[in-house]
């Protein structure tokens, strides 16, 4: 079993800063690609940025320059620095990783933390 817990959202003004923090649990044998998406009220979920085991990254066109993904693989874990946020930003950031574990492969999410940037 695997577990990824988001912490970090929060209610942030435009112009403001957040840092959400993913840590993944449970059987790892490793973590390949992790990653960041978002669901805005009536939108669908979208990537926002993603980072592999090797440190390669790309960000959605919108956050370019404004976001930064990093990861730290000791500790199974995936960080999402946001700058210069915009209520456009608003959403619930999930995170996301491409799990292996000792018996499978998985697509584990977490159950979401809300960002809220008013402005």
């Known amino acids: 079993q695997v577990q990824l817990v988001e912490s970090g959202g929060g209610l942030v003004q435009a112009g403001g800063s957040l840092r959400l923090v993913c840590a993944a649990s449970?059987?790892?044998?490793?973590?390949?690609?992790m990653g960041w998406y978002r669901q805005a009220p009536g939108k669908q979920r979208e990537l926002v940025a993603r980072?592999?085991?090797?440190?390669?990254?790309n960000y959605a066109d919108s956050v370019k320059g404004r976001f930064t993904i990093s990861r730290a693989n000791a500790k199974n874990t995936v960080y999402l620095q946001m700058n210069s946020l915009k209520p456009e930003d608003t959403a619930v950031y999930y995170c996301n990783a491409a799990v292996l574990t000792n018996t499978h492969a998985l697509d584990a999410w977490g159950q979401g933390t809300l960002v809220t940037v008013s402005s």
């Open positions: 980072i592999t085991g090797g440190g390669s990254t």
């Open positions: 449970g059987s790892i044998v490793s973590i390949n690609t």
